[in-house]
């Protein structure tokens, strides 16, 4: 059996359509086969993982929904501490992107106030945390990419990546159709 195709991700969907996760092949075979989890067959999806034994072809098909309710495991907004922000922040600078010399930055300084809470802290790199300096970012002329806040429930981030992921695929898809439409 080829190792590099069991080495492949499915992506799994709750009994209520969510995108909720990843398992690996095997993972998927098992609840496929006990019935815990069905194809799901979404637009533009693509073709089935075919995995081929001496005896039998297997097509395991690249999106499953589970037909039973899942059990969530208890999440709680994280502490607020320098491995979450750099993570909610997916290790980039919030003012210019850069994923270098990250700090963190209070963006009401923490010497007028600012509180060390979700809402107030960003990853900044070195250079623009020192060019704001005791300010705010109005202050100093600043934008922020994004607007503080405490990071979603990984449930609701793994759908939101994965609708944005299969959105621009589908996007992809419809310009390579055009290419070949035109030629
Ligand atoms: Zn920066």
Known sequence: MDTDILSRSI????KSYLPIGRVNIKRAIILLITEKAEPLEIESASQP???RSPNTTLAVPQHIRLTVAHKERRWRVPAVSRREIL??????????GSTKK???DHVMPRSRGGTHTWDNVVTA???CNSRKGDRTP?????????????PPHPAV??????????????VEEQLVGEEVAES
């Open 49 to 51: 993982i075919h995995i």
């Open 157 to 170: 981030s793994f759908a939101d990546d994965f609708w944005r992921s299969h959105h621009k695929k589908q």
């Open 87 to 96: 993570r909610r922040d997916k290790h980039a600078c919030q003012y210019c």
């Open 138 to 150: 109005q202050e100093a002329g600043m934008l922020m990419r994004t607007k503080p806040k405490a």
């Open 125 to 127: 790199c070195e250079r």
């Open 11 to 14: 992506v799994v969907f709750s």
């Open 102 to 104: 990250l700090t963190i």
